[in-house]
């Protein structure tokens, strides 16, 4: 079973910036898409970025121009930048590859303090 270990959360002021990482076990990453999901306290995991094994990528409204999702096929890694960081960006992060069924990281904390 395919394993996926986030890393790179932390605490950081608003206008600050993080990247996430995610290393996954088995080179099916390279033919797979990924994703970051969030779910913040209270409310539902929500898709943040997902790019495809080729590189497309795609954006939730709320995270385009600050966030950048890429990928090192060399590493089996997934990567998250995020800058211009917000209060309302604080949540749980999750990496997934899209296997069937998807397969999920533990997830990371994000905290954004104002």
């Known amino acids: 079973q395919v394993q996926l270990v986030e890393s790179g959360g932390g605490l950081v002021q608003a206008g600050g910036s993080l990247r996430l990482s995610c290393a996954v076990s088995d080179s099916i990453f390279n033919d797979n898409a990924a994703a970051w999901y969030r779910q913040a306290l209270g409310k539902e995991r929500g898709l943040v970025a997902f790019i495809s094994a080729a590189g497309i990528t795609v954006y939730a409204d709320s995270v385009k121009g600050r966030f950048a999702i890429s990928r090192d096929n060399t590493k089996n890694t997934l990567f998250l930048i995020m800058n211009n960081l917000k209060p309302e960006d604080t949540a749980m992060y999750y990496c997934?590859?899209?296997?069937?069924?998807?397969?999920w990281g533990q997830g990371t904390q994000v905290t954004i303090s104002s």
């Open positions: 997934a590859l899209l296997t069937t069924p998807l397969s």
